[in-house]
């Protein structure tokens, strides 16, 4: 901690502060010690706490799913492999029902997201002091943060992945004569409001990524501030608030990680079909 | 809250995730639970085959035992008729047997009879002689005379 006895702001942003590894302004290597450091240290830094828990749970994720796929088999499923099978059944399905193209990438992109993002959220539910608390005092971290789709980079680096994807998809199926078209000459079909439709139509376009990862971070973010809102509280009454929230959570992880599949899925879809 | 090269890493991570999950996760599962739905339409399919066959099978049983019932029933109806007709030609051939020997009994007792009259017929005349020639011979005697005749009565 900042201090011994930090007041509730220090203590919120002290919660809300990514473990930044990065170049200071001085030109040495380090690990940001403030958040004005980090802060400073302008876009060539990394979250190092944000990797580290993204990157492990998608290795969670795919070892999980792997270990249960190379057992796939058609006799009667046990266990892990029933629910690896409902999770990529009920995928499977979401992306039948609303794309209609020919793609090998678009299922397994939506499963990846689906658990990969409802595994970052889970994190939201571990007690936000423990961790980090952990982190302090054995390894004598100072910023820890465990949420990774809390840290708006975690979640644009997922929507500007789908984008580019978006933009491929456009290009590939349409051609870029045709994705052009598509930009200009929507939705009034005449050369004079060509300006007009490439404005509305470019709004259109980048508001999708953007959309989609603040949707996520936003809603992740209020989560976790609200995590530590309760934490602030004496300790004897923070379960009965804590609590409740904890379980409306669930509902709110799994939706954002829903949501943000859907999204993708409709948005690639869009990509693939003629207006 | 800063955006920084973490964008980039996580787009990266993101999209060797995707790749594994494309390469080496979605399609053994997919697989898998195609198979397994089609081994699942096939063993239904073949359910409803293997009822029907024992529909149908029903059906045929059933007919074969119906048709052998009426077969059963005509045999014994033939068998039953046969043997009445049996009997009544036995019976007539008993009656036509007894009538013939009763007739061939009645005439041979005839010709005896008759025979029996010839025979007697010749008697009586050599009686009569015989008595005659007593009567002639002997003295003329009321008694012994109808000693004789009733002699002779008695022999005829």
């Avoid at chain 2, 109806?77 to 007709?85: S, Y």
Wanted: proline share 3%; hydrophobic share 50%.
């Amino acid at each position: 901690m900042a201090s011994e006895n930090p007041t509730a702001s220090e203590y919120i942003k002290h919660h809300l502060q990514n473990l930044t590894f990065g170049q200071h302004p001085d030109g040495s290597w380090g690990i940001a010690e403030t958040s004005k450091e980090a802060a400073d240290m302008g876009f060539w830094a990394i979250h190092l706490d944000t990797m580290g828990f993204s990157i492990g749970l998608g290795i969670l994720f795919l070892v999980l799913f792997r270990f249960a796929a190379k057992k796939a088999s058609v006799a009667t499923p046990t266990g892990l492999q029933n629910f690896v099978e409902l999770m990529v059944e009920f995928v499977d399905n979401s992306v039948k029902e609303s794309f209609h193209g020919k793609s090998k990438v678009i299922a397994p992109l939506a499963l990846t997201i689906f658990v990969w993002i409802f595994l970052m959220n889970l994190m939201d539910l571990v007690p936000v002091d423990f961790i980090p608390r952990i982190a302090t005092d054995v390894f004598g971290i100072e910023y820890f943060k465990i949420v990774p789709t809390t840290d708006i980079n975690a979640a644009l680096g997922m929507s500007l992945s789908v984008f580019f994807l978006i933009i491929f998809y456009s290009i590939s199926i349409k051609g870029f004569g045709g994705f052009v078209k598509e930009l200009t000459l929507q939705p009034f079909n005449t050369p004079i409001m060509i300006p007009f439709n490439f404005v509305l139509e470019m709004v259109g376009l980048l508001a999708k990524p953007v959309s989609l990862a603040l949707r996520l971070f936003g809603n992740l973010y209020a989560g976790e501030l609200i995590f530590i809102l309760i934490a602030l509280l004496p300790w004897g009454v923070q379960w009965a608030l804590s609590v409740p929230w904890a379980i409306f959570h669930i509902l709110v992880i799994t939706l954002q990680a829903f949501i943000f599949m859907m999204l993708t899925i409709v948005y690639l879809s869009m990509a693939h079909e003629e207006h | 809250m800063n955006l920084n090269l973490t964008l980039i890493g996580q787009a990266i991570s993101f999209a060797i995730f995707v790749w594994f999950c494309m390469k080496f996760v979605w399609p053994p599962v997919i697989a898998a639970l195609e198979e397994r739905s089609k081994k699942i339409a096939d063993g239904l399919e073949a359910a409803n085959r293997a009822s029907r066959d024992l529909e149908l099978a029903q059906e045929q049983a059933d007919q074969i035992l119906r048709e052998s019932k009426d077969n059963a029933a005509e045999i014994i109806e033939q068998a039953n008729k046969r043997a009445n007709q049996m009997i009544d030609e036995a019976k007539e051939q008993v009656i036509a047997d007894g009538k013939r020997l009763r007739e061939a009994a009645q005439a041979e007792i005839e010709q005896d009879v008759m025979r029996a009259k010839e025979a007697l017929r010749a008697q009586v005349s050599v009686l009569a002689f015989a008595g005659a020639e007593k009567i002639l011979g002997a003295t003329i005697d009321e008694k012994a005379h109808s000693e004789i005749v009733e002699q002779l009565a008695k022999e005829l």
